[in-house]
C-alpha cells in the first residue's frame, strides 16, 4: 500500500490550503483515514481522523477550521484547512488503517509527508 500526499505549501496566516492523500497498490479494504503532523522539535500529533462511515475527530487546535473528508471510492483523504495560523505550519503526513488481502491483519501505513508552511 502506498499513500501520495499533496498540496502543502507556504501561505499567509488566515489563508487556506487543501491536502490530498491517494492510497494506491494492493487495498482489500480501509478503515480509519488519518492526517497527522509534525513541527520542528515536536512530536508527531494526530490533526484529524475518519472512519470508514465519515465519524470524524479533531484535534481541539484545529476544530472550526479544517475539515477532513475522503472519497472511498477513489481510496482518498483530504484536509481543507482554513484560517490557518502560523502554529500549524509542519510537515502533515496522511495514514490510514487497513487490509492488503482478506487473509491479511490489519495494519496502519503512513503517506511520505507534505510540508505546509504559515508566514505571519
Known amino acids: 500500500v502506498q499513500l501520495q500526499a499533496s498540496g502543502g505549501g507556504l501561505v499567509q496566516a488566515g489563508g487556506s490550503l487543501r491536502l490530498s492523500c491517494a492510497a494506491s497498490g494492493s487495498i482489500y479494504s480501509i478503515n480509519d483515514m488519518g492526517w497527522y503532523r509534525q513541527a520542528p522539535g515536536k512530536q508527531r500529533e494526530l490533526v484529524a481522523a475518519?472512519?470508514?462511515?465519515?465519524?470524524?475527530n479533531y484535534a481541539d487546535s484545529v476544530k472550526g477550521r479544517f475539515t477532513i473528508s475522503r472519497d472511498n471510492a477513489k481510496n482518498t483523504v483530504y484536509l481543507q484547512m482554513n484560517s490557518l495560523k502560523p502554529e500549524d505550519t509542519a510537515v502533515y503526513y496522511c495514514?490510514?488503517?487497513?487490509?492488503?488481502?482478506?487473509?491479511?491483519?490489519?495494519?496502519?501505513?503512513w503517506g511520505q509527508g507534505t510540508l505546509v508552511t504559515v508566514s505571519s
Open positions: 475518519i472512519t470508514s462511515v465519515g465519524s470524524t
Open positions: 495514514a490510514l488503517r487497513g487490509k492488503r488481502a482478506s487473509y491479511s491483519l490489519t495494519s496502519d501505513y
